[in-house]
């Protein structure tokens, strides 16, 4: 028996993406796939990505999209992410575009100049005159799902700086931009989170339409009756007040459980149990509240279990956790619906 399994479903990604492309009203929806698809998988998603309408690939780097256009040949990849001089050449060999945000614009290949217009990273501060190989004009939202003050104060710097430079593409919004922002579309947006089915705002994702693609599930491993006074896991950081039942779950935070999120809740055989205890690097125990055979399932993400509601409790973002858990097979199977 696998240690846990990894459920990537493909027709609620699809169906997200027509959820972004009706909010986006007539702009183009671009995938981003950085990271493995925040770990739900780069090739499955692109590719269900593309027949569900979007038009653009996006990366954080050169070898990311490399990877992709293994795949896809006549797909648009674009990197969002800074490129080597020996990346560069790559790049333009593989048909790539690239993102720059220096004075330095490499020849034959297509390029989007990217603008600081507030998140103060990476950008250019003024606009000057595109040479011939810029395709694009971008900028990235600092707020989108916090300050809508300071995000609309971003969109508008960005609309006039590149007013002159309307026939080029111009693209601003992540996923929090395309689903809250009108004057945010331009002529495309780069959407990550949203598609994932998991919310950009933290909060349950179905407020906005959307549905978790990733669900993860394992099993009760073992189960014990711990007498009062007892404890599990390193630190005895959980001493059992009365008799408990517990039951290990053979999932740490090497498989990307993390360490914060004692105190979560996963489903049980149908019901929320809490996590207790310090969670190894191997296995973590749930509070049960009567005896239960090993094998009983055990659903961590999915099924109403929320990827939000642990990242609360972790104080962290859906995108850290998505992105930290570990589909490596020798520690868990993946699967893939469509
Ligand atoms: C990751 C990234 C995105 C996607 O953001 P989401 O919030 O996941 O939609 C968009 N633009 C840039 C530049 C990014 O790095």
């Known amino acids: 028996m696998y240690r846990s399994e990894l459920t990537v479903d493909l027709a609620a990604l699809r169906r997200n993406v027509a959820t972004l492309l009706r909010a986006l009203a007539g702009s183009e929806l671009w995938a981003v796939v ?14 269900a990505a593309l027949g569900a309408g979007a038009t653009a690939l996006c990366v954080a780097t050169v070898p ?62 003024e606009l000057t005159a595109p040479s011939v190989e810029v395709v694009g004009l971008m900028s990235h939202l600092a707020t989108a799902d916090s300050d809508a003050g300071y995000a609309e104060w971003q969109i508008e710097r960005f609309r006039s700086a590149t007013a002159p430079y309307s026939h080029l593409t111009r693209h601003i919004a992540n996923s929090a931009g395309a689903l809250r922002y009108a004057t945010a579309r331009f002529d495309a947006a780069r959407c990550g989170i949203a598609m994932y089915g998991l919310s950009p705002f933290g909060t349950d994702p179905a407020e906005d339409g959307l549905e978790p693609v990733l669900s993860w599930t394992s099993h009760l491993a073992q189960v014990k009756l711990l007498p009062t006074g007892h404890s599990t896991g390193y630190g005895r950081r959980y001493v059992a007040e009365q008799d408990t039942w517990i039951g290990i779950v053979p999932v740490g935070y090497a498989d990307g459980f993390r360490r ?74 993946r699967v893939v619906v469509s």
Not at 95 to 116: F, I, T
Not at 267 to 288: H, K, N, P, Q, W
């Open 34 to 47: 950085k990271a493995n698809a925040y770990g739900h998988g780069a090739a499955d998603v692109a590719g």
């Open 64 to 125: 990311e999209a490399l990877a992709l256009r293994r795949e896809f040949p006549t797909a648009r990849i674009v990197v969002m992410g800074p490129a080597g001089s020996r990346e560069v050449a790559l790049a333009r060999d593989a048909r790539l575009e690239l993102v720059v945000s220096g004075d330095e614009v490499p020849a034959g290949v297509r390029v989007h100049l990217k603008l600081d217009t507030g998140m103060g990273r990476w950008g250019l501060s």
């Open 260 to 333: 914060d999120l004692t105190g979560t809740q996963v489903r049980v055989g149908g019901e929320l149990r809490r996590v207790v205890g310090t969670i190894s690097m191997d296995a973590f125990a749930v509070e049960l509240d009567r005896e239960l055979p090993v094998g009983t399932p055990v659903v961590l993400v999915g099924r109403g279990v929320l990827a939000e509601e642990h990242a609360r409790v972790a104080g962290t973002i859906t995108y850290e956790l998505a992105t930290g858990i570990n589909s490596d097979p020798a520690r868990a199977r």
